[in-house]
């Protein structure tokens, strides 16, 4: 069973910066796309941002230029960068992976941030 751990998340000051990490539990055979999401209070599920294998990434309009993802293919791991952070990017984050054709999800972690 693949098991995703994340770290990083606690509370910070507007305009201050956190990073979360994201580590697969074991070894796997290909991870394929590696993604960050994220869900505020009544709010539904959003996309953060998402990386390709090869590197390629996406990120959504509000977090592009203030947010930064990156993977490590040789320790499993993603990573997200955060900076500039505003009280509207608190929410629970949550690390995706795509093992194969098979979908993992983190158990999510939270970020808080205060004004």
């Known amino acids: 069973q693949v098991q995703l751990v994340e770290s990083g998340g606690g509370m910070v000051d507007a305009g201050g910066s956190l990073r979360l990490s994201c580590a697969v539990s074991?070894?796997?055979?290909?991870?394929?796309?590696m993604a960050w999401y994220r869900q505020a209070p009544g709010k539904r599920r959003e996309s953060v941002a998402t990386i390709a294998r090869r590197g390629d990434t996406n990120y959504a309009d509000s977090m592009r230029g203030r947010f930064a993802i990156s993977r490590d293919n040789a320790k499993n791991t993603v990573y997200l960068q955060m900076n500039s952070l505003k009280p509207e990017d608190t929410a629970v984050y949550y690390c995706?992976?795509?093992?194969?054709?098979?979908?993992?999800w983190g158990q999510g972690i939270q970020v808080t941030v205060s004004s």
């Open positions: 074991r070894s796997v055979a290909r991870i394929n796309t």
């Open positions: 995706y992976v795509q093992v194969e054709y098979s979908d993992y």
